[in-house]
């Protein structure tokens, strides 16, 4: 069992930053791949960025490259999603999850966190 807690959520004009943490208890949490989602109203949850357990290999929505980067310390247990330059469309429920083995479908994750609101406005 694995539980996440997520955080580093808030309101943001565009243009502005925010980094999102995801610590995590539990089992050995070095051993999982991790992704972040997100979910906005009316919308289905997508895959914003993912990163394999030993940091190796990254990957993210075509729209936040450039914007957005993953990284993670395993000796804290802990995920980051660093938001940088964001837009009124980023705005979302964001979610990370674990699973073993790397993938950007929200259906094989095995354990989530509660959410963060992330709130971007123009």
Same mark, same amino acid.
């Given at each position: ?56 290999? /990254? ?14 310390? @395993? ?8 938001? @940088? ?5 980023? /705005? ?8 073993? /083995? ?21």
């Amino acid at each position: 069992q694995v539980q996440l807690v997520e955080s580093g959520g808030g309101m943001v004009q565009a243009g502005g930053s925010l980094r999102l943490s995801c610590a995590a208890s539990g089992r050995i949490f070095s051993s999982y791949a991790l992704g972040w989602f997100r979910q906005a109203p009316g919308k289905e949850r997508e895959f914003v960025a993912g990163i394999s357990w030993g940091g190796g290999r /990254t990957g993210y929505l075509d729209s936040v490259k450039g914007r957005f980067t993953i990284s993670r310390d @395993n000796a804290k247990n802990t995920v980051y999603l660093q938001m @940088n330059s964001l837009k009124a469309e980023d /705005t979302a429920v964001y979610y990370c999850a674990v699973r073993r /083995t790397w993938s950007i479908k929200p259906d094989e994750y095995d354990y989530w966190g509660q959410g963060t609101q992330v709130t971007v406005s123009s």
